[in-house]
Each structure stands twice: as structure tokens, then as C-alpha cells.
């Protein structure tokens, strides 16, 4: 009898010393998420993915063959997908009001999510709190929360941001969503899942040489120049600064709707050049800037920062009393920085 009470005590002190010590695991492991916001993320990102509250076996995955990753989502939701090269920017909808236009500015319709994917450079590996001060979205760190997924670095910034860091490569998950604080819970664990399911690719990203095989050229006859451009940027928008018909086609613009930096062409007269220099100081940030020839004509080839992460590569010819003049902004944060210098240093007079 003795013996009996004697193993219940025991089992019950061994029970209790099991409680106590998951008890201490739990709170070290959320210590270490550091207070991530996610709704619910302290239980959804230590269970496995199939004892998930929320059923992921119908979901579909999508894969980004250039950046060789892929994750799950929801299978009601649609994609939105810019089919574009190198496919930095997909968007997943989910609402049911079929009618609402995604990046209206409307607000999202009830039940509604929009989620948003970015992916950015992170040539220097620097640790996110680095990262994020200087990338294109400039967060304070005071508003990012640290944590893991999967042992993988991740930030949440202004509640509305997740940001997944994984060797060279950052993704980018803004997301929006109605303003019921019940959608925007649930948006949060689903997207606490999706990031979950990520598995990026195992190896170091690499931007291929820019290809210009089957690039359109623009050629503007008025003042005897073309520039080649990628074949999926939209018609170059050709507009001028006053009614004056000398004025037409004096400065153009080339780009894609899809894309966050577009190509500009301006011709100035002498006057309107030191109108323009005086109106841009930044330029006073040089990086570099070397003397260049282009068909014999002798000209100017700089980069400068702007006043945010980017800068500007740009090309000016002094040719005729005129002024040539082409730019870009560029972010060594995006992937198709290259295009983009390529394309102003097509540039030619004729």
C-alpha cells in the first residue's frame, strides 16, 4: 500500500517537473520571437504544418522559377501575377466583391485581403535591423519586431509588412486588408502559414547579363536619336513642356506601368539646362562620373544619390546648342538594376 502511495507521489512529482519544464520552453521560445505581433504566430509557427488550425491540404503553391522559391496560399485566392521579367512583384487577391480593382486606393471591400510580394537584393548580407534602414522601405526600426520562421530571419514593420531574409534575398509580404480587426487577425494567421510553407531557394541569386536580343528601339526623328528599350516595356509617352510646337517630342519617357523606375529623355535648349541643374542640388551627391564618346560626340556619364535609398545613372551630351539628357533611378535593392542602366547607356544621337 505504502509502495502505492509512494509511485503516486513520484509519478505525480515526475508529472509536474514535465509541466514546469515545458512551461520553461514555451516562454524561451517565444522570448526569442521577440514579441512577434502575428495573430496567433506563437502557436501556428511551432506546430507543424499539418496539425494547423487552419487545413492547407487543397492549397495551391506558387513557384518562381527565376528566384527558385515557392510557397503555399489559400486555394480561393486569385493571383496577380505582373508577367514580367524578373517577376519582383506578384500580388494575391482574395475578396468577393469581383468588381474591386486592386491598387484603386479603395478600401479593401469586408473579408478582403490583398498581399503583396517584393523581392529585394541583399547583396551585403546585412542583418535586417541594417537592412531596413536603408532599403527602398525605410522603416523605423523601433516599428519592426525580430523573430524566426523556420530558423529563417524575419521582421514585421508596421504591422502591415513581413519581411523574409534568406542569404542575398529578401521577401517582401505588405499586405492590406479591410478595416474590421476581425479580417485583419485573420489575414494575419493565414499569412503567418504562408510564410511558414516558404522554402527559398538554396542558392545564391545571381542577376543574369541583360539580354537585348528582341528590344524595341524608339527612334524620335525630331531630334535625330534612338535608345533600345526591353520589348515589354509599354510605348514610350512622348510630351512637352509648353504649347510651343518646337517643344514637341523634346521629352519622352520609357518604362513599364509594372516597373518602379522609369527611363526619362529630355532635349533642352542651353537657358533650360542651367534652369534644370539649379533645380536639382542632389546631383551635388555625386558617386562617379566619367567623361564618355557615343558616335563621336563627346559626353558625360554619372550616378548621384537621391535623398532616399536610390540613385540616379544618367547620360548628358552637349551637342548642337542642344542638350541631351537621359536618366533613371535605379535601387541596388531591385533586381533589374542592370536593365535599367543598360538602357540609358543605349542611348544615341544620330
Request: glycine fraction near 4%.
Amino acid at each position: 500500500m505504502n509502495t502505492q502511495k509512494t509511485l503516486k507521489i513520484i509519478f505525480s512529482l515526475i508529472g509536474l517537473l514535465i509541466i514546469i519544464t515545458s512551461g520553461i520552453f514555451i516562454l524561451q521560445t517565444l522570448k526569442d520571437l521577440d514579441n512577434l505581433k502575428f495573430s496567433q504566430v506563437k502557436n501556428i509557427l511551432h506546430k507543424k504544418e499539418e496539425n494547423l488550425d487552419i487545413d492547407t491540404t487543397n492549397w495551391k503553391t506558387y513557384r518562381n522559377e527565376e528566384f527558385g522559391f515557392e510557397f503555399k496560399y489559400p486555394e480561393e485566392w486569385e493571383i496577380g501575377d505582373f508577367p514580367l521579367p524578373p517577376k519582383t512583384n506578384v500580388y494575391f487577391i482574395n475578396y468577393e466583391e469581383k468588381d474591386f480593382k486592386p491598387m484603386s486606393g479603395e478600401d479593401i471591400p469586408s473579408g478582403g485581403i490583398l498581399l503583396n510580394l517584393n523581392i529585394l537584393l541583399n547583396n551585403e548580407n546585412m542583418i535586417p535591423e541594417n537592412w531596413i534602414e536603408k532599403s527602398p522601405y525605410n522603416y523605423d526600426n523601433n516599428r519592426c519586431k525580430k523573430g524566426k520562421i523556420n530558423r529563417y530571419n524575419i521582421l514585421e514593420c508596421n504591422d502591415y509588412t513581413y519581411l523574409f531574409f534568406y542569404k542575398n534575398l529578401v521577401y517582401g509580404f505588405p499586405f492590406m486588408v479591410s478595416e474590421k480587426q476581425g479580417d485583419k487577425d485573420g489575414a494575419k494567421q493565414i499569412i503567418a502559414i504562408i510564410l511558414k510553407t516558404l522554402k527559398p531557394s538554396e542558392n545564391i541569386y545571381q542577376e543574369k547579363k541583360v539580354d537585348q536580343s528582341d528590344w524595341k528601339i524608339y527612334n524620335n526623328t525630331k531630334f535625330h536619336y534612338k535608345v533600345s528599350y526591353p520589348a515589354y516595356w509599354i510605348q514610350p509617352s512622348e510630351f512637352k513642356n509648353s504649347s510651343k510646337p518646337e517643344d514637341d517630342f523634346k521629352n519622352v519617357m520609357l518604362g513599364s506601368t509594372k516597373l518602379t523606375d522609369w527611363v526619362y529623355i529630355n532635349v533642352f535648349t542651353k537657358e533650360e539646362y542651367q534652369e534644370y541643374e539649379n533645380d536639382s542640388p542632389e546631383k551635388l551627391k555625386t558617386e562617379s562620373s566619367k567623361q564618355i564618346v557615343v558616335n563621336g560626340i563627346h559626353g558625360e556619364e554619372g550616378i548621384y544619390y537621391n535623398e532616399d535609398s536610390r540613385k540616379t545613372i544618367y547620360r548628358m551630351f552637349d551637342y548642337q546648342d542642344k542638350i541631351y539628357h537621359i536618366s533613371a533611378g535605379f535601387s541596388e535593392f531591385y533586381p533589374n538594376q542592370e536593365e535599367i542602366k543598360a538602357v540609358v547607356r543605349n542611348f544615341e544621337i544620330y
